[in-house]
């Protein structure tokens, strides 16, 4: 059976997630409505700078989903985690309606419970069973084991688009850039956002960060790492780089933001999950 995989736009950018079929999100700044679809994140960024008000955005409406699925019968769907958006939820709205007009068709929804670069490599776990021919029950469990077990952690140039967006107060944000901390966050195993350790110093939090990876118990040798910078790819090398001199991973790959991902972790934004 052929199998169609949909993906909401926090879903990141490399040679291997080109392909997949997006259903944007809309970021709101300024009253001016963008849809995150063949965005230039150049100019997504300088608007983010140039605001002093909330950057908000606003996902998919259960239509936008139905437009995508009703092109094929069979359908798989990763999501942004549904602690952070209401994605997940809009999708779900839509498979019901998606079963009453095609009722022979099959659609099922995983809450990837992370975002950027984990939502990233869930979708390409999907897309990987889909190509290797396993069936529906199989591709479930698969990615379901594979969901439990996967890891997110980032680090932020800047603490700003979270004040923006509600996310920490103003004043921590102030305090941490005079005192120069830096957040090391992450998921907590169930889709929502932790502080993780906080590093006094950049470079002092990414030594912390590649550390870090050693106290979750990985089976290197089997596990892809992926890395989602907003416009810092040298720094993005540099940390694989590092992350190579210490661990052996299947692999590392590097994922450019998509406008999402740009929106909550910001220029020189990074990323990781494995």
């Not at 169609?4 to 944007?24: A, H």
């Not at 889909?130 to 594979?146: C, D, L, R, V, W």
Request: charged share 25%.
């Amino acid at each position: 059976m052929n199998y169609n995989l949909i993906v909401d736009s926090c879903v990141d950018f490399n040679e291997d997630t080109q392909d997949i079929g997006r259903v944007p999100f809309r970021i709101l700044i300024d009253e001016e409505e963008i849809i995150d679809e063949n965005l230039n994140i150049h100019n997504l960024i300088a608007k983010m700078k140039n605001t002093k008000n909330q950057i908000k955005t606003a996902c998919a409406p259960p239509e936008d989903f139905i437009n995508k699925w009703k092109e094929h019968k069979n359908n798989f769907v990763v999501t942004i985690s549904s602690q952070l958006s209401g994605s997940y939820n809009s999708a779900m709205v839509a498979v019901e309606s998606f079963k009453e007009k095609f009722p022979n068709s099959f659609v099922h929804i995983f809450d990837s419970k992370t975002a950027a670069t984990g939502e990233t490599l869930i979708a390409m776990k999907v897309k990987q069973l889909i190509e290797e021919n396993f069936n529906a029950s199989e591709i479930i469990e698969q990615t379901n084991k594979y969901i439990s077990k996967l890891r997110t952690i980032f680090i932020l140039e800047s603490l700003d688009n979270l004040a923006k967006n509600g996310r920490i107060s103003n004043l921590k944000a102030i305090l941490g850039s005079m005192l120069h901390i830096v957040p090391i966050m992450g998921e907590d195993g169930e889709g929502r956002i932790e502080l993780k350790e906080s590093v006094r110093g950049r470079k002092r939090a990414f030594a912390r960060l590649v550390d870090m990876i050693a106290e979750y118990n990985v089976d290197f040798e089997n596990t892809v790492l992926g890395i989602t910078h907003v416009n810092c790819l040298e720094k993005a090398e540099k940390l694989r780089d590092d992350i190579k001199a210490k661990y052996p991973f299947k692999d590392i790959k590097i994922f450019n933001s998509s406008g999402l991902s740009t929106v909550y972790a910001d220029d020189g934004g990074i990323v990781i999950a494995f």
